[in-house]
């Protein structure tokens, strides 16, 4: 089993920034894949950023050039930097990793952007 643990999430003003974080403990993994998914309420949740063990990245079109995901393999964290935050961004923030013990969530932090 793997946890995750979430955090970064709160308050901002359009413009400005906020850092999250996701750490991953358990017992001998391997991270294979690491995603960042936003939801609103009343819709499906979305992919915004991807990272993979080969190091290659995705960003959605909506947050490309604002957002950077990354990790830190000795913490076993994965980071999504957003930088130029607007309202449209609010949203509970979850990241998602694939493992060599299976998928597992993070348990959410809500990202709220005030006009």
């Known amino acids: 089993q793997v946890q995750l643990v979430e955090s970064g999430g709160g308050l901002v003003q359009t413009g400005g920034s906020l850092r999250l974080s996701c750490a991953a403990s358990?017992?001998?993994?391997?991270?294979?894949?690491m995603d960042w998914y936003r939801q609103v309420p009343g819709k499906q949740r979305e992919l915004v950023a991807r990272?993979?063990?080969?190091?290659?990245?995705y960003h959605s079109d909506l947050v490309e050039g604002r957002f950077q995901i990354s990790r830190d393999n000795a913490k076993n964290t994965v980071y999504l930097q957003m930088n130029s935050l607007k309202p449209e961004d609010t949203a509970v923030y979850y990241c998602?990793?694939?493992?060599?013990?299976?998928?597992?969530w993070g348990q959410g932090t809500q990202v709220t952007v005030s006009s």
């Open positions: 990272l993979s063990s080969g190091a290659s990245t």
């Open positions: 358990g017992n001998n993994f391997r991270i294979d894949l």
């Open positions: 998602n990793l694939h493992t060599s013990r299976g998928v597992f």
